[in-house]
């Protein structure tokens, strides 16, 4: 467990959700990764997890969205030429990779 800032009884790790995949052991051949949460963190997080082995296309991303139609209509969700209400939610890294790096996408 770790978080951003410990009170002074915090007896835990301090530091950033990222920080934890150094001592993770896994096989990357054998890993699917499902990352979601902020997307800042998810960016962050599919970097490192790619940088430790894993197949950018075991790397799944869930880009949850403010929806309204959910059907595709009214655009509400959309991010890039995906709209995460009939596209997604989900997707593989190398799908999104280049929107994950344009802010305010
Ligand atoms: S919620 Fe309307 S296009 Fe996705």
């Known amino acids: 467990m770790i978080v951003d800032r410990g009170d002074a ?30 997307e800042v963190m998810m960016r962050i997080a599919a970097h490192a997890l790619a940088n430790r082995g894993i197949a950018e296309d075991d790397i799944h991303l869930s880009m949850e969205r403010n929806m309204k139609c959910a059907i595709g ?27 994950l790096a344009t802010r305010e996408i």
């Open 9 to 38: 009884s915090w007896r835990g790790r301090v530091g950033v959700l990222t920080d934890l995949l150094d001592s993770c052991r896994f096989e990357p051949a054998d890993t699917i990764a499902m990352v979601c949460g902020p």
């Open 73 to 99: 209509v009214c655009g509400h969700c959309q991010f890039g030429p995906s709209f995460v209400c009939k596209d997604g939610p989900v997707f593989a890294l190398p799908r999104i990779a280049a929107l």
